[in-house]
C-alpha cells in the first residue's frame, strides 16, 4: 500500500509539469495558427536568439527582480493573502532608498546596507497598513493593496519634481545619483556582466523556504492557509498571522527594484521599471509558491520578453508573447489542479477498496461468519467421534 502511494505520488508530480508543457504547446502553436504564422519557425528563432551570451546574462538579470517580487506575493499566497500591492511596494521604497542614497554617502558596503535596509523598512510599512485594516476594520488587502498602489504612484510624483527631490535631465526627472559606494558588485561575463543581485535572489529564496518549511512560524502560516478556524482554535493567532504575513511580503517588495537602482540606474526615475509587482503574481502562480519552481518561472517569463523582441522584429505581432505568457500560467494552474483532484479521486478510491477488504475479514463479517460457522461444524462433528469428552469440552 505505502508502496504504491509512494509510486503514484511520483507520477503524479511528474504528470502535472508535462501536461502543463503539453497544453502550453499545443495551444501556443494554435495561437501562432491562427494569426497566419508558422509556429515551428517561431520557436526555432526563439530557442536562436535565447542561447547567444548576451541574451543568457539579459536574461538572469532580468529575472533577479522578477522572482523577488514572486516571493514577496507567494508569502501571502501561503495563507491565502493577495498582495497584490508589491508594485507600489517596491516603487516606494526604491524611491526612498534613492532619496537618502542621493544625499548620504557612508563608506564601503555600510552605504548598500543602508539602502536595503531603508527599502526594506518601507515596503514592510507600506505592506503593513494593509494588514492592520485588515485586522482591525476587516478590509479586503485586495482593495486596500490597489488603493495604496494609487497612493504610492502620487506620493512619488510629488516628490519627484524639479526642486524638492528631483532634478530635471532634459525630459526626465531623476533623483540624485548614488555614490560609488552604492553600487553593488557584478561578475564579470562576457560580453555584458551578471548583476550580483542575483546572489541576494538566491539567499532570499533559501530564506523563504527555510521560513515556510523548517519553522513554527511557517507552520502557524501554512495551517492559517489552510483553515483559519482550525489554527485559531489550535492556539495560533490569526490576526497576528496577517499583519507579520503583510510586513514580511512588503519587506521582500521592497528588494524588487534593488537590483536596477543599485546596478543599472543609480538613480530613480521617471523611467525607472513599474509592473513588476504584478509580473510576481504570475510568476508566484506558475512556480506554485515554492522557491524553485518559481526561480524556473521568472527564468522562463524573462527568456520570453528577451526572445519575443526578436519574434516582434522578424514579423510576428507585438502582442503574441503576452498571449503565450497568459496562456502558459493558465496551463500550469488548470494542470496542477486537474492532476491534484484526480490524485485525490484515486487516493480516495484506493481506500475505500482498502476498507472493504478489511471488512470480508474482520471477524462477525458475513463472510467471516460463514467460515466460522463451518469451523464450528467441524468441531462438533470432531467432538461426536471423540473417546475423550475432556478433549471436547
Known amino acids: 500500500m505505502g508502496r504504491g502511494a509512494t509510486r503514484d505520488k511520483v507520477i503524479l508530480a511528474i504528470a502535472a509539469p508535462l501536461l502543463a508543457i503539453v497544453a502550453a504547446v499545443v495551444i501556443s502553436s494554435l495561437v501562432f495558427l491562427a494569426s497566419g504564422e508558422n509556429p515551428l519557425r517561431a520557436y526555432g528563432i526563439m530557442a536562436d536568439y535565447g542561447h547567444y551570451s548576451d541574451s543568457q546574462v539579459w536574461i538572469i538579470n532580468k529575472a533577479v527582480p522578477y522572482y523577488l517580487s514572486a516571493l514577496a506575493v507567494a508569502i501571502g499566497f501561503r495563507m491565502n493573502l493577495f498582495n497584490i500591492g508589491v508594485d507600489g511596494q517596491y516603487r516606494l521604497a526604491a524611491f526612498a532608498a534613492a532619496a537618502v542614497g542621493g544625499?548620504?554617502?557612508?563608506?564601503?558596503?555600510?552605504?548598500?546596507?543602508?539602502?536595503?535596509?531603508?527599502?526594506?523598512?518601507?515596503?514592510?510599512?507600506?505592506?503593513?497598513i494593509a494588514g492592520l485594516l485588515k485586522t482591525t476594520r476587516g478590509v479586503s488587502e485586495v482593495i486596500t493593496t490597489i488603493m495604496l498602489n494609487s497612493i504610492a504612484a502620487s506620493v512619488i510624483g510629488y516628490f519627484l519634481q524639479d526642486g524638492r527631490l528631483a532634478i530635471k535631465d532634459g525630459n526626465l526627472l531623476h533623483t540624485k545619483f548614488l555614490p560609488a559606494s552604492g553600487h553593488f558588485?557584478?561578475?564579470?561575463?562576457?560580453?555584458?556582466?551578471?548583476?550580483?543581485?542575483?546572489?541576494?535572489?538566491?539567499?532570499?529564496?533559501?530564506?523563504?523556504?527555510?521560513?515556510?518549511?523548517?519553522?513554527?512560524?511557517?507552520?502557524?502560516?501554512?495551517?492559517?492557509?489552510?483553515?483559519?478556524?482550525?489554527?485559531?482554535?489550535?492556539?495560533?493567532?490569526?490576526k497576528r498571522m496577517v499583519v507579520i504575513s503583510m510586513l514580511l511580503s512588503g519587506a521582500a517588495a521592497g528588494l524588487v527594484g534593488m537590483p536596477t537602482l543599485l546596478g543599472e540606474s543609480f538613480q530613480y526615475g521617471t523611467d525607472f521599471p513599474a509592473g513588476i509587482g504584478f509580473t510576481g503574481i504570475a510568476i508566484a502562480l506558475l512556480g506554485r509558491n515554492n522557491p524553485v519552481g518559481m526561480a524556473f518561472g521568472a527564468l522562463l517569463w524573462a527568456f520570453l520578453d528577451r526572445t519575443g523582441s526578436r519574434l516582434e522584429f522578424e514579423g510576428y505581432a507585438q502582442e503574441i508573447v503576452g498571449v503565450i505568457q497568459g496562456v502558459i500560467v493558465?496551463?500550469?494552474?488548470?494542470?496542477?489542479?486537474?492532476?491534484?483532484?484526480?490524485?485525490?479521486?484515486?487516493?480516495?478510491?484506493?481506500?475505500?477498496?482498502?476498507?472493504?477488504?478489511?471488512?470480508?475479514?474482520?471477524?462477525?463479517?458475513?463472510?467471516?461468519?460463514?467460515?466460522?460457522?463451518?469451523?464450528?461444524a467441524a468441531d462438533a462433528d470432531t467432538a461426536d467421534n471423540s473417546d475423550k469428552p475432556e478433549v471436547t469440552s
Open 103 to 128: 544625499a548620504v554617502a557612508l563608506p564601503g558596503a555600510l552605504q548598500i546596507i543602508l539602502l536595503v535596509v531603508i527599502a526594506m523598512l518601507v515596503g514592510a510599512v507600506w505592506s503593513g
Open 185 to 238: 558588485f557584478s561578475f564579470p561575463t562576457h560580453p555584458k556582466p551578471v548583476e550580483g543581485f542575483v546572489v541576494v535572489a538566491v539567499v532570499a529564496g533559501a530564506l523563504y523556504w527555510f521560513l515556510i518549511n523548517r519553522t513554527r512560524f511557517g507552520f502557524d502560516l501554512r495551517a492559517v492557509g489552510a483553515s483559519e478556524p482550525a489554527a485559531e482554535a489550535s492556539g495560533v493567532s490569526v
Open 330 to 376: 493558465l496551463c500550469v494552474v488548470i494542470a496542477y489542479e486537474v492532476v491534484r483532484r484526480y490524485g485525490l479521486r484515486r487516493q480516495q478510491r484506493r481506500v475505500g477498496e482498502e476498507l472493504a477488504a478489511r471488512s470480508r475479514t474482520a471477524p462477525g463479517a458475513p463472510g467471516a461468519s460463514d467460515a466460522g460457522s463451518a469451523d464450528s
